[in-house]
Nanobody
Framework: QVQLVESGGGLVQAGDSLRLSCAAS????????MGWFRQAPGKEREFVSA??????????ADSVKGRFTIARDVAKNTVSVYLQMNSLKPEDTAVYYC??????????????????WGQGTQVTVSS
C-alpha cells in the first residue's frame, strides 16, 4: 500500500522559515517525480514544486522561486522529500500536499499526472 505522509507544518510569522517533509513508502519511486502542491481556503490547488527521483531535476512555481527549495533523500525502505520554505509570506498560507507522478506519461513539471497523494499539512503565515 502506497503511503505519503507529510509533516512539518505550523504557524509562523512572515519572514520565517519552515521545512516540510514527506515520507513515501509502499512502492519503488525511482521512475517517479515527487511534487508539492498547496491549497488555500477558497482557492484551487496550486502546483508548488517537483523533483525527479533519479536525476534530481527540479521545477518551481514562479510564486516560490528563490524562496523554496525541494530535495529528496533515499533511505533503505523509505523515500523522503523535503520542501525548505524561506522568507514566508502570508499568501503562502495553505494546506501543503505531497504527491507522486510517474515520469512516463505525466507532465509532472506542469503539476499534471500525480496519482499518489498525502493527506496534507497546514502552513499558516501571520503578518
Amino acid at each position: 500500500q502506497v503511503q505519503l505522509v507529510e509533516s512539518g507544518g505550523g504557524l509562523v510569522q512572515a519572514g520565517d522559515s519552515l521545512r516540510l517533509s514527506c515520507a513515501a513508502s509502499g512502492r519503488t519511486f525511482s521512475n517517479y517525480a515527487m511534487g508539492w502542491f498547496r491549497q488555500a481556503p477558497g482557492k484551487e490547488r496550486e502546483f508548488v514544486s517537483a523533483i525527479t527521483w533519479r536525476g534530481g531535476n527540479t521545477v518551481y512555481a514562479d510564486s516560490v522561486k528563490g524562496r523554496f527549495t525541494i530535495a529528496r533523500d533515499v533511505a533503505k525502505n523509505t523515500v523522503s522529500v523535503y520542501l525548505q520554505m524561506n522568507s514566508l509570506k502570508p499568501e503562502d498560507t495553505a494546506v501543503y500536499y505531497c504527491a507522486a507522478a510517474p515520469l512516463d506519461g505525466a507532465r509532472w513539471w506542469l503539476g499534471n499526472g500525480y496519482n499518489y497523494w498525502g493527506q496534507g499539512t497546514q502552513v499558516t503565515v501571520s503578518s
